[in-house]
């Protein structure tokens, strides 16, 4: 028997881990009709959750506690037999035939966060990693920050997972023309993301910047007029994949500044949609986008500037590289992998 916690659903609405989780759900029911799903309060109001078509009979409603507590709570299932326990959120079952898989997405709470915030989600987290019988990692650069900031935790329990990406990404030949002066920028913008430094490189090459996204604040828009003006950016609010797959084909390029990323979806988002990258070489970032893209050793606008000034030249080759090095992740590749860690669990 295999049970996934679906907690994930409950505590965002929109996500990069409701979608590797939405994925992973996908695969299972076919591959294991042993598989229970277990859901809580309020998951319809994730967007991935409310796509999914999970039976009714594989479903296990828990609705016992608010969700602000239960995050926090070891999961409790009554089954006799061994089985895997995998959480989407860094939860345990104390079960003693349960077999614990936890997957590790990053440290950015250790690198960038401060506060209470910070404490209660290492506790949990660490908690997690150190009970669980596998920690799947989803890039080497994950790995390796796991061992330096938790040396005690045996590296033979650590696999390595890339994330899946849609292939609802790909080249296309009707582009957007309104698009093709733009940077984009994809994702969100807390502070190690780095979104001024795609304003500041925006203004240095005289191009607009094409932001996808959540809604900009007032701080944000101040700090865009005052780079770009007023007619310098816009905005494009959470698209489908689509009309992201849309813009993706149609902009300059991808810009991504961001200082830590664990693995950095966009990158191969728009590799698939051929579209050229540029990036910060920080963290995964060099790891995930291989040879299809132009690194960057700093946030340096004049390194930008140079960069930028190699897409001309090297546009079709970078976009070849990009298309190629995105063929390494798909959502089946990685739920395969997922389905064998649950069956070594089992062994």
Known sequence: MIYLD??????????????????????????HPDARFIDFRNAMSNKVRSS?????????????????LERFKSVEINDDAPFAFHSSHYRICNNPNARNLTTLHDFTY??????????????????????????????ENTRRD????????????IRVVYNGVSDNYYPIEDKNPDYADCLLFVGGRQSYKNFPFAAACAREVGKRL??????????????????????????????DDSALNSIYNSVCCLIYPSLYEGFGIP??????????????????????????GLL????????FKLKFGQLKSRRSSLIEAGVENARRFSWDKMTSQYIEIYKELLR
């Open 6 to 31: 679906d907690i994930i659903f409950s505590l965002q609405r929109h996500g990069g881990v409701s979608v590797l989780w939405g994925n992973l759900i996908e695969a299972l029911p076919a591959t």
């Open 52 to 68: 999914l078509q999970i039976p009714e009979n594989r479903l296990i409603s828990n609705t016992r506690f608010p969700i602000a």
């Open 110 to 139: 250790e690198y960038f966060f401060s506060g209470i915030r910070k404490k209660m989600h290492i506790w949990q987290k660490y908690n997690a990693i150190r009970k669980a019988d596998i920690v799947v990692c989803i890039s």
């Open 146 to 157: 796991l061992l330096r900031f938790l040396p005690d935790v045996s590296p033979e329990k």
């Open 210 to 239: 094409l932001i996808v996204g959540s809604p900009l604040s007032d701080e944000e828009k101040l700090m865009l007029d005052k780079n770009l003006g007023n007619d310098g950016y816009l905005n494009i609010v959470h698209p």
């Open 267 to 292: 990158v191969v988002e728009a590799q698939k949609a051929g579209c050229p990258v540029i990036a910060i070489a920080s963290s995964s970032i060099p790891e995930v986008t291989g040879e299809g």
């Open 296 to 303: 960057l050793k700093q946030s340096s606008t004049d390194e």
